[in-house]
């Protein structure tokens, strides 16, 4: 008779039987449902189940907490039910198909900007001091900058724009190569097709607005001409082109026998993706970009300019993401010619403040979770001194109340702006220092006007905030700054480092040591940003922020059971029957084992310090996910009082972590 058998009746039951089961997985601890409606689950029933740890759901799964012995749950639960299980990521897209289409574009994009976050920081920051040293005027008169007086400043400028075009400029590039690598394509095809977005045999995509269609030049294929147009900088054109070619390359691979298929596949893929770009994707995208300068002029000159301002006040933020602002300089530079300044950009200076303080308030909301901070610090700053790619793409469209908040704020201000006439002598410098670039006698307005796209994002963001971030996204990562214990009954004081405990004492019932399993700091469990480790329901134990990339055993034991495929977590059996479980990084399953090396398998014999699994930290930042390794008692086995030393720095095979008694 199957182990789990009358449980797994009982589960297919509540769950809504066969037919309301889409598709099913299972990770580590437990069964992961994607329910056609989950509804149907009768949650208390479920839980009510002997095996049943709990459940709760999550980006579209349904998920039924077992434990170590998920596997053989899962083996019973789906032979009886009669149905094939998948892999976690079939269960992950299906999963979409209970997210509403705003949930799955936003989730879309995410992906694909997240591995360019860390270049738009850095190239926002550079591009912010740029602007400082050479394109603000504040010295002999404000008649020069710094680039204009020094020489080394001048060197500086030109330096800096080595590295702030290679980022913006050659944004295409990023995306196209993101796209590739999202939806499992030929990546260096994604990067050759960025690059034909942006060669230097096109017109820079920056120039086409100010230059007369006259002189662009074109491809001539005697029946028709396609313009040489480059798109530098552009967003909307190069999501479109790398989607193409996405689409293309899975066609073909789909009807090319396997024989010629490296040769046949990215030729028929590329050449129609570039073909594509360039004359169906490009002139969309330009179409969209004059519109937009278009309303942008009649605005600035109509009876309802207030109105026009919170219009674009509200808008330019989504704008700016699509790439298609760069499209404003036009206007901008023609009403300085024209009029001597212009009263546009400083509605694009407040922008770019309110969502660097809608980032603030995240900041403040998210000062206990260090991986969001190493995002918001520097994207907040870069935002104040006027690019606000980082903060737009890494933060507040990633949660989207920040993105709205910030608009908002910005509609606000661009109407006191406009309603009391600001207006800026020349373009370039935006965020805080944009006051530099406006005309004296309208500082103290434009002050009240900054001031407006300081506090009305920063509150609302707050308060919104506080309502919506739930406990995960305030605390990751970070420890509390006092030291702290979590034990039961109260934990003595940490002891000082020494050596892991022999076999003998491992194995002793009445007391075990259990050094640490890598290189870092301890945290308590309630810290960890998953709320099945963080509220005990696997048990007693504590996490890890590793500072290495290895896992060590904590003693001698028996290895219980691995996850042979995503290779993320192991379980450990101690000789009097103690289980262990430990799981690198949180909802790393869903990287396939990408990043991680086995050391064991499933019935090895362990001693204190052998080598247990590698990652690699850099992907698992890449996925988006933290490396807080959990670590935790799923069987105690008699142990009544258990002491885990947490808020202290260890070392691997030394330091004692946790005591058993």
């Known amino acids: 008779m199957a182990k789990y058998q009358e449980d797994v009746k009982v589960l297919l039951e509540q769950i809504g039987g066969k037919a309301n089961i889409q598709a099913v997985s299972h990770c580590m601890t437990r069964m992961r449902f994607v329910l056609v409606d989950p509804k149907k689950a009768d949650e208390k029933a479920i839980e009510a189940i002997p095996s049943v740890k709990g459940t709760f759901t999550q980006a579209g799964q349904y998920q039924v907490i077992i434990g170590n012995d998920v596997a053989n749950f899962y083996q019973e639960f789906t032979k009886y039910a009669g149905i094939e299980g998948v892999s976690k990521d079939a269960v992950k897209s299906a999963a979409k198909t209970n997210q509403n289409p705003l949930q799955r574009i936003m989730g879309a994009l995410g992906e694909i900007f997240a591995p360019i976050i860390p270049a738009l920081i850095c190239g926002g920051l550079v591009l912010g001091f740029r602007n400082i040293i050479g394109e603000v005027d504040l010295l002999n008169g404000r008649t020069q900058s710094l680039a204009d007086v020094s020489q080394f400043w001048a060197g500086m400028y030109s330096f800096l724009w080595l590295i702030g075009e290679a980022i913006f400029h050659f944004l295409p590039v990023g995306i196209t190569w993101s796209i590739t690598k999202k939806m499992g394509t030929t990546q260096i095809l994604g990067i050759v097709l960025g690059l034909t977005l942006i060669s230097p045999q096109l017109l820079n995509g920056f120039s086409v607005a100010t230059t007369p269609a006259s002189e662009i030049p074109v491809w001539d294929f005697g029946f028709a001409q396609v313009q ?3 798109y530098q900088g552009q967003v909307v054109a190069a999501i479109m082109a790398g989607f193409v070619l996405v689409y293309l390359e899975k066609f073909f691979k789909k009807i090319c026998p396997e024989v010629i298929s490296m040769v046949v596949v990215p030729f028929c893929s590329l ?8 004359t169906v994707v490009g002139p969309i995208g330009w179409q969209i970009g004059d ?15 207030l109105l026009f301002a919170a219009l674009f006040g509200l808008f330019y933020a989504p704008i700016v993401m699509t790439g298609l602002h760069h499209m404003t300089n036009a206007i901008d530079s023609q009403l300085v010619n024209t009029y001597g300044g212009t009263n546009l950009w400083p509605m694009i200076a407040l922008s770019n403040i309110a969502q660097g303080s809608a980032v603030l308030a995240m900041s403040i909301l998210q000062k206990r979770n260090e991986r969001a901070q190493q995002v918001n610090i520097p994207a907040c700053i870069s935002c104040y001194l006027g690019v606000t790619e980082p903060a737009l793409f890494g933060v507040n469209m990633k949660y989207g109340f920040p993105l709205i908040c910030g608009m908002i704020g910005s509609a ?17 410098v935006g965020g805080l220092p944009g006051i530099l670039s406006i005309y004296p006698e309208y500082w103290v307005n434009f002050l009240l006007a900054m001031a407006t796209a300081i506090v009305v994002p920063f509150v609302l963001t707050f308060i919104v905030g506080s309502r919506k971030l739930s406990r995960e996204d305030r605390v990751l990562e970070a420890a509390p700054a006092a030291a702290a214990e979590v034990s ?5 004081e940490a002891p000082a480092a020494q050596p892991a405990a022999p076999a003998e004492t491992a194995a002793a019932p009445s007391r075990m040591e259990l050094v640490a399993i890598c290189d870092g700091r301890t945290l308590p469990l309630s810290e960890v940003p998953d709320e099945v ?24 034991a028996d290895v219980s059971v691995v ?9 450990l059996q101690l000789a009097d029957g103690t289980e262990l479980l430990i799981h690198i990084g949180i909802d790393t399953v869903d990287m396939n084992g990408d990043g991680f090396t086995l050391f064991v398998h499933e019935g090895d014999h362990v001693k204190a310090g052998d080598k247990l699994i590698t990652f690699s930290p850099d992907k698992i930042a890449a996925a988006g996910h933290p490396k807080t390794t959990v670590f935790v008692v799923t069987e105690p086995s008699g142990h009544e009082n258990m002491t885990f030393h947490t808020n202290i720095d260890v070392k691997h095979g030394e330091t004692i972590a946790a005591e058993l008694a």
């Open 563 to 571: 996850m042979e495929d995503s290779r993320h977590a192991c379980g």
């Open 488 to 492: 039961a009954p109260a934990a003595p």
């Open 291 to 305: 519109f937009i300068a278009d309303i942008v002029n009649i605005g600035l000159n109509s009876n309802f300019k």
């Open 412 to 428: 606000c201000a661009a109407m006191i702006s406009i309603g009391t006439n600001v207006t800026a002598i020349s373009i370039g």
């Open 271 to 278: 050449v129609p993706a570039v073909l594509i770009a360039h």
């Open 533 to 556: 480790f963080s509220q005990g329901v696997m048990g007693e134990g504590m996490a890890f922020e590793p500072t290495g990339d290895t896992i060590y055993a904590p003693a001698d």
């Open 228 to 230: 040489m147009i480059g």
